[in-house]
């Protein structure tokens, strides 16, 4: 991503549609009855939905459009890798001859950067198995829709990412990163209505998916049409901010607090890394980049979250 830049003044643009964005909120969220109402709860839970309703216009508002830098796909780990018969297989030079003989082997382009996307569908595949030997037995409709419908769309996102990934990095470009961004942002959301129906009042995880499953994607589309970020990234932050404060301060339905924290750490490390692909490649002597190191602990964060499906789920009526 670009440098993040304010404007002293919001374009007519971003105000209409800022607007348009408060009055559907307000009309969502009805502050009269909850606010009347004496549960402390629910007026908490208020007062977070009009701050962040707030950030997100103001950020909006008084941000310019972030474009997508092209030196986002010069990734470190350049290396080719010949799969050959004849041969264990080498890594070659990033710019090979070798790599259009089509007679000398199979080569795999980026090769850390692709290969490392196998753990991210561990980490899918994982959740997947775990969900279908599960025996769900006697739980209430809360917890039967985390284990029917949330983890469903997470578990086959993460799948999804996985290859998604590896078509990207084969040949990184915009084009191809549309691909990879799409089951991410579909994964991001799903966990995150996970998270707030397992800390917040019942029914609102339940009653955002949806919407936000569609603002996801919308945020990909936007992107992939304007060459405009900021709605992507408040689709991949927010959350995460938000996932954040609950698993800290909040206390969770059915338990699995310190998964939720370890799965937070691992993908919060993941995006370190991520920043620093190149100073992780030169550290390790050009055996791992920072981008590939992202890969496996955003897939070992999605196995974290399939150990949520171990025990016995009568213990959480």
């Known amino acids: 991503m670009s440098s993040v830049k304010l404007r002293h003044k919001p374009s007519s643009k971003s105000a209409v549609g800022v607007s348009a964005f408060v009055i559907i909120c307000t009309a969502k969220i009805k502050v009269k009855d909850v606010w009347i109402n004496n549960d402390v709860q629910d007026k908490m839970v208020l007062l977070s939905l009009l701050l962040t309703m707030t950030l997100v216009s103001m950020f909006f508002l008084f941000v310019e459009p ?32 070798i790599r259009r003989n089509r007679k000398a082997g199979f080569v795999i382009p980026n090769f850390g950067d692709v290969m490392s996307n196998f753990v991210i569908l561990i980490g899918g595949l994982s959740g997947t198995i775990l969900l279908r030997l599960k025996d769900v037995g006697e739980v209430d409709e809360i917890r039967l829709w985390q284990l029917k419908v949330c983890l469903p769309i997470f578990f086959y996102s993460t799948i999804a990412i996985s290859l998604g990934s590896t078509y990207y990095h084969w040949n990184p470009s915009n084009q191809t ?24 009042e019942p029914g609102i995880g339940s009653s955002l998916l949806s919407p936000l499953i569609f603002i996801g994607v919308m945020s990909v589309l936007y992107w992939n049409w304007t060459d405009d970020l900021r709605l992507y990234a408040l689709v991949q932050f927010l959350p995460l901010g938000v996932m954040t404060v609950l698993v800290m301060f909040c206390q969770s339905r059915y338990g699995g607090v310190m998964q939720h924290a370890l799965a937070l750490m691992l993908y919060a490390l993941a995006k370190m890394c991520e920043d620093r692909d190149y100073e992780i490649w030169r550290t390790t002597k050009k055996t791992i980049s920072g981008h590939s190191l992202k890969h496996i602990l955003a897939g070992m964060a999605s196995v974290m979250i399939s150990t949520l499906l171990f025990g016995n789920e009568e213990n959480n009526l």
């Not at 780990?77 to 264990?88: E, G, I, N, Q, V």
């Not at 961004?181 to 209505?193: G, H, N």
């Open 177 to 200: 990163l549309v691909w990879d961004r799409l089951p991410m942002t579909v994964a991001f959301v799903s966990i995150f209505c996970y998270i707030l129906e397992d800390y917040l």
């Open 66 to 97: 972030i474009n997508q830098q092209q030196k986002y796909h010069d990734f470190a780990d350049k290396r080719l890798f010949l799969c050959a018969c004849h041969s264990d297989g080498l890594f070659l030079p990033p710019n090979s001859e």
